[in-house]
């Protein structure tokens, strides 16, 4: 998702997603960032929602040279279903690029 180096807003969504009724449910993913951003200011940021919730927010300031798995703590939807969302937002300068693969609840 992005990657434009221009001000633009996008978005991944899938409705309808069941949360686990048992145990602690989770949304984990593998997110590898790559930026021509600097420094610790986050100017591009990808959102991860859940019912237009934002429950984690992640930066140009996380890049990194290869995938890290991250995990977002569903408990409060348990039982639920739920809207998923990744929300991207990158500023007007230099380019931030979010790949996101292998989503998982469970």
Request: charged share 15%; glycine share 8%; hydrophobic share 35%.
């Amino acid at each position: 998702m992005m990657g434009y180096g221009t001000n633009a807003i996008e978005s991944l969504s899938q409705s309808n997603i069941t949360v686990p009724s048992a145990g602690t449910p989770k949304l984990t993913f593998w997110l590898k960032i790559t930026t021509q951003e600097s420094g610790s200011t986050a100017y591009d940021t990808l959102k991860v929602k859940v019912n237009n919730s934002t429950l984690a927010t992640y930066s140009n300031a996380n890049a990194s040279a290869g995938y890290v798995q991250r995990t977002v703590d569903l408990s409060a939807y348990k039982g639920q279903t739920v809207k998923l969302e990744f929300a991207g937002s990158e500023d007007t300068y230099l380019s931030t690029v979010f790949l996101v693969d292998e989503i998982a609840i469970g």
